[in-house]
């Protein structure tokens, strides 16, 4: 329980008084009520006596009387019953709890001992589990502190008004009177006559039967005459006699003069005279006497801001309004129902509350001060008169009485106790039973009557408990109660049962422990056998603070909860809240059962009309229930509280607890949530009134802050006919950071080759949408005059839909210093302009700073999360900062809205705001940063607008989206200038730099514009059959565009003025490789206007290609047989020849039908092809699927006329055309495309590098050193380099749609070095294996040249006589001469030995040169100069007829400088064989 001001002992005390009757003539009456107060009244703030009396016990001895209180009431008549309180008294409690409310604003202490704060109205407790022993110590340094828990202070209001207002009955006589004050005014005229009719009238009352109340204590009742004096009347002297006459009369002891009003006009004025009786007067009183203003204002508000009618609270709502009090509403359930209800409802509470007025009348009887006509001396005439009356009067009397009673009962303890009772039957002492009860032995109506032996017990137990004599008390109670339940009196037993545990508790010493059973005997018997609810709440108030005082809070708790019932709502609320208090102070503290029961008692203080104590209780229970999870609980109380501050006056308050409902995730059913969001939206409503000046924020939907998105410049065009608009960025992408950082370095490209290959200093990339990924900490660019685009993510955390309308942005916007041809107005200039005003007011906005759009219509499904793009269009230059969204929320109809509720659901549309507050990524580079947490800073929503730019759309025709491999296609692209800015510098970069060209600016073919016939080649006729030989063409790489990444677009004029637009040609060549590639075009302008912070923009386009297989080509170059010839004409027959394999890989789902290569072109620095071999017939080579082709040509060195020094980057194109007509290879497209696609050998070999290792190598010795190395290889390879480059041109015949169609396409390859194989297909990459680690450096192997390498530095040819005809009768030895052709292929000196003599040993080679040798000289040495041919003639010599191989010499060479020999390739050569025949 709540911490009480009264000590338990001081409380139990105090709740069982002495009563005093009084009986005022009029006379009398009239002096007190000077003071604006009855007797009883005037006497009450003294009756509480300030020394100690005695009294002697049965035994004689003395007992001291402590702190005794006596209670002074005047007689009423009036019947009540004793079971239930009148609807007077009911209202009394309400009203007594209602005007006690905790302070506001006071000082609270702190003790920390866990997790949990409760913060009280006067206190705080920290509580926590589980415990530890800190944790334990403190709490109970806490508990055991006098200032522990929360003041109840309108429990304890309760609790006093609740024992004054009972009731006496009568199987008790506590609350019966043992006195009467007999008050006759000095004034009277005989006062003597008027104390003897006072006197029978009270005999009358107590002993005629017709009044049932009040009761006496025992028939002889003491009488006292007091006779009243006015001090400003005068006439003391008689009073004086008439007292004098009173004492001969009744003896000094029975009578008193008592003189009052002693102060006077003038003293009024003088001094302030304190007024104790405020605080003890009655708060029901009509005329409000006694209570302060606010009190009093309080309590006549209370029906209206309790939402309570009269007749609930007098108790009549038990009857009446079944449904408030029933079980079935539990207070854990949330309050369900329709919509239209609850704000209909809510509606009418909260008119009523602005149309309250305070009831003047009630106030009025409050006026007067008590009092007034007394001084502080009449306040001591009146102390000591009760001390004289209560010392002298009341003590003897009591005393007296006692002793009669024991020797009664002593005289009759002789008897058994069967004889006793049997004695009791005879004498008429036994018990009556009680008419209207029908019931057996065990029930409680059992009437003793008044001379009961029984009752004389318990009258002696009530008198000496009155006068603090426990002991005897406790005694008399326990043999009472024997007697009681031995005649199953259960009323009976029942109070001696409580009296008894009472009397315990309060002796001195404690020698018996507190017997808790009796009071739970007892409480049982009230509640459930006599149906007593007053006696038994007056008994568990009395047993639940005394085992609080012993530290039993959880047998408190239980006995308090027990005594909750449906009968009243207060008593109950006021016991769960008790009962709380007791969990929270035990010793280890229940803090969750605490907070559940507060909401149980907040619940009952509802219904009970109580709604401050209700919101109370909800608020202190919150603080357990806060943030743990427990959200269904959560929303209950926060619903309620949301309710009670609202019908309190508090909507600030309500729409706090609103908020917290709707912006958890709540677990509520779809229905529940939409009476939450109705509710919140009209209390909203209500708060904000007419107050539009700011906009409040709201706290539905959920705005993810930093998923929002900011898009510069318009959203792009979809395609217009066959035109197709390049994709740039739009906000249907989604963000990747590969493909950024992709762009980014595509537009560094681009910016670099537009500043002569360098990046400027102050270089920013293009961001056109910015998110949480991009780079935010710059303001980012805007363009005046080209809108931007927000895009806010809204998400709907409810299962009911929200409908938002009239959704904009909110912004601020500084303009900057106008330009000189712009006037600007001078209030303008710095001057901060936003949107808020205009758009809280519902006014027109201002479009001439920035255009903002508005969404009218904004729907979000149960919890779906929607984006919104919202639209600005600035038109001023300066700083814009976007501030957050305004909008009006309402609940989404569901369709099911009945025609009478419309207006009221346009009632619950509220304006509101939110605001988009970005943090930026978190900060990890210092120390500090990964300590703390620090963002940075993101400026995405900070736009600073700059003059207006330049913009272009791009726009492509016939634009592919399949191509063969090779395949050329001819399409067009449209530039416009959209803006009124004109760009220049037009320029494009790209991923696959090889994909299109814009053609070179010498010859670009005219074709038809219709697709089936044209050729995207330039072509000529041939006549006749010259498509044998070559025809050739000399062009420079220069003539073509850059084979670099960045392009410059030849429009004419480099120039777009505003509005213009222009087409060019642009030709598309599908790549090598099949497959689906992504190929990304970024196109780069600036404007003509120079010094504007926005430096260029760029456009992006993204294309993707569906290449599909088409031919394979594969070459290879070899050296020709025939040696070389000296003559210079070109016209011989040296050279080397080319091999090349067509293969047809298309797969039929093309739809291809055939192939045709029409032309085999070469383009080279040092080589042509001269002529075609194979095939002989001019015409096309055909390819169905699968097939293949071999060609054969013969390449030779260009003519060293061309190959001079100015002249060294010039390209030879030769072509060699298979039909009718020739493509010219060096013009647009078909030489644009080889040279985007040619690598020259020397890029080669930085890709490959140039270190090689030996393989197999035949060399007899080892390299010596790196360098020579080195140097043999260049020789070596310089002798096997050709650098020529096949362009391989098709048709193919392709059937769609019942067209046939011609497509054509080129395919390249690079012969690089002679006999090695080169194919148009790039290889696929194998995955590495994996290597073993290495831990320590091993030595280089030195590089030697491969055998096979060095074995091309010359060339060997035989010349002899295919057949040769011997007479071998005539002459045995055939000799036959045979020419060997020595040729240095390289550019260094060349050692050579020729050896003829046969090493071989193998059978094989035995028969085949048995018969053959070759004579004369059979070794040579010689040296070859570079390009030196050197012809030897040889003998061989035949023994027989035959077919001899001749090719048997073994030559081997070497380098000048080199120290290795290494046999050429002769000996691997096809066999030189000769036919010798006989004669």
Known sequence: MAQCVQSVQEFVQDSFVPMVAVLCSEEAERVTRKNNLNFAE?????????????????????????????????????????????????????????????????????????????????????????????????????????????????????????????????????NHYLACLLVVSSTETVPVEQFLKLSQEQHRIQHSGEYTNPKWFIPNTLKYYVLLHDMSEGGEQ???????????????????????????????????????????????????????????????????????????????????????????????????????????????????????????????????????????????????????????????????????????????????RSLFTATKKWFGGGKVPEKSISEPKSTFGLLYPPEAPEL?????????????????????????????????????????????????????????????????????????????????ERCALLSADILKSQGKYSEAATLLIKMTSEDSDLRSALLLEQAAHC???????????????????????????????????????????????????????????????????????????????????????????????????????????????????????????????????????????????????????????????????????????????????????????????????????????????????????????????????????????APSEEKMPEELEGKTFTNEETLARGMTPKDDIVTTEIILEFLLGSEETKVARLQLLPHRMGQLNIVGVVYNLAAASSGETAPSTEDQLDLM???????????????????????????????????????????????????????????????????????????????????????????????????????????????????????????????????????????????????????????????LRGPDQEGVHEINLLFYYESKEKGIKISHRVLRHTVFICASRSLSVQALACRSSVPPHHSLDGKGSSGTLVFIDVENINTSEAGVREFHIIQVSSSSQHWRLHKCINPTKDKDCKLRSRERAKLCFRATPCKPHQDTSDAVKKYTFSDLNLGNERIISSSTPCGDFFFRGHRTPESQQVDGGSSRTSSNSKSQSLVSTQDRANDITNIVKKCNELDLNIIVIWKAYVVEDNKQLILEGQLHVALHTIGKEASSLTPKEEAQEMVLLKFKSEVPTPVVPPSAELSQLIKTNLHYPETYTHPFAQDSLCVVPVTLTLSNCSMADVDIIIDLRHKNTSQESVEIHSSFTWVGQTQYKLQLKPQEVMCLTLRACFLQAGVYNLNTPRVFAKPAEQGAMCETSQQTASPALIIINNA
Request: aromatic residues 8%; glycine residues 6%; negative net charge.
């Open 42 to 174: 005037l006497l009450r703030p003294f009756c509480r006596l300030t020394s100690e009396g005695h009294i002697r016990d049965t035994n004689n001895q003395m007992q001291v009387v402590k702190n005794l209180r006596i209670c002074v009431n005047n007689v009423v008549t009036t019947p009540t019953a004793s079971a239930t309180f009148s609807p007077a008294q009911r209202r009394l409690l309400n009203e007594v709890v209602l005007s006690c409310q905790p302070q506001e604003g006071a000082a609270t202490n702190m003790i920390t001992t866990g997790d949990y704060d409760l913060n009280f109205s006067d206190h705080s407790v920290k509580a926590s589990l589980p415990w530890y022993s800190v944790w334990r110590e403190t709490l109970l340094e806490a508990s055991t502190s006098e200032h522990y828990t929360a003041t109840t202070p309108w429990f304890e209001a309760y609790r006093e008004n609740f024992l004054q207002s009972m009731h006496a009955s009568d199987h008790e006589f506590l």
């Open 456 to 536: 004389q017990i318990r009258k002696m137990a009530d008198l000496c408990f009155l006068v603090q004599h426990y002991e005897l008390a406790y005694s008399c109670y326990h043999t009472a109660k024997k007697d009681f339940l031995s005649d199953q009196a259960m009323l009976y037993a029942a109070g001696a049962l409580e009296m008894a545990a009472v009397s315990a508790f309060l002796q001195a010493g404690a020698p018996r422990p507190y017997p808790a059973h009796y009071m739970d005997t007892a409480i049982q018997t009230y509640r459930d056998v006599c149906k007593n609810m007053v006696l038994a």
């Open 909 to 1067: 549309v509220v304006r509101g705001r939110q605001d988009l507050k970005i943090r930026g990524p978190r900060l990890n580079q210092t120390k500090e940063d990964k300590m703390l947490i620090r963002h940075g800073l993101d400026r995405r929503l900070d736009p600073i607008i700059t003059p207006p730019m330049p913009l272009m759309e791009v726009f492509f025709l016939q634009f592919p989206t399949a191509l063969l491999c090779g395949e050329i296609r001819k399409a067009y692209v449209e530039f416009c200038n959209v803006s009124g800015v004109a760009l220049c510098g037009l320029r494009v970069a790209s991923t696959h730099p090889d994909f299109f060209t814009f053609g070179s600016q010498t010859t670009t073919p005219v074709s038809p514009t219709s697709a089936e016939n044209c050729s995207a080649y330039k072509t000529t006729a041939v006549q006749g059959q010259q498509g044998s030989v070559a025809a050739e063409m000399l062009v420079s790489a220069e003539d073509f565009s850059q084979p670099s990444g960045v392009m410059d677009i030849p429009i004419e004029g480099s120039t777009l003025q505003p509005g213009e637009s222009t087409q060019l040609p642009l030709w």
């Open 583 to 817: 969990f929270i102070n035990m010793r280890n503290p229940m803090v969750r059962k605490f907070a559940f029961h507060m909401i149980l008692a907040g619940h009952r203080f509802s219904k009970a009309g109580q709604r401050r104590h209700a919101l109370r209780c909800y608020c202190q229970a919150m603080q357990v229930y806060k943030e743990r999870g427990w959200s269904l609980a959560e929303d209950h109380i926060n619903f309620t509280i949301g309710r009670q501050s609202f019908t309190l006056s508090q909507p600030e308050n309500a729409v706090t607890a609103f908020r917290q409902i709707l912006t958890n995730d709540s677990r509520q059913t779809a229905t529940q949530q939409g009476a939450f969001l109705r509710e919140y939206l009209y209390v909203y409503k209500s708060v904000l009134g007419g107050n539009e000046e700011s906009l409040p924020q709201l706290p539905l939907p959920c705005i993810h802050s930093s998923a929002t998105r900011v898009y510069f410049g318009h959203e792009r065009r979809l395609a217009e006919g066959e035109k197709q608009a390049a994709t740039h960025v739009s906000l249907d992408q989604e963000y990747d950071q590969d493909l950024a950082a992709m762009w980014g370095h595509l537009e560094e490209q681009i910016v670099a080759a537009a500043n002569r290959g360098i990046v400027p200093a102050n270089y920013q990339p293009t961001q056109c949408c910015l998110n949480s990924q991009t780079d935010n900490l710059r303001c980012p660019l805007a363009v005046a005059e080209e809108p931007i685009i927000v895009e806010v993510t809204f998400r709907n955390p409810l299962k009911v839909p929200l409908a938002l309308s009239n959704l904009s942005l909110l912004w601020r916007f500084i303009p900057d210093a």
């Open 238 to 416: 008689r009073a004086d006699s008439v007292y004098e006459d009173m004492k001969q009369r009744y003896g000094h002891q029975g009578c008193y003069l008592l003189k009052i009003n002693s102060r006077t006009l003038s003293a009024e004025e003088e001094e302030q005279i304190p007024d104790p009786w405020s605080q003890y007067l009655h708060r029901n009183n009509l005329q409000n006497q006694g209570m302060p203003d606010d009190v009093a204002a309080a309590v006549n508000t209370a029906a209206v801001e309790n939402n309570i009618s009269a007749a609930e609270v007098d108790g009549q709502s038990i009857e009446k309004d079944g449904a408030s009090n029933s079980l079935d509403s539990h207070p854990l359930q949330l309050d369900t129902g329709s919509s239209s209800g609850i704000v209909h409802t809510l509606s009418s509470v909260h008119t009523d509350l602005k149309k309250s007025p305070r009831d003047p009348e009630s106030l009025a009887g409050g006026a007067g001060s008590h009092g007034a006509c007394l001084t502080l001396s009449d306040h001591d005439h009146i102390r000591q008169f009760i001390q004289e009356f209560t010392f002298r009067g009341l003590l003897p009397h009591i005393e007296k009485n006692i002793r009669q009673l024991n020797d009664q009962l002593v005289s009759r303890k002789g008897l058994s």
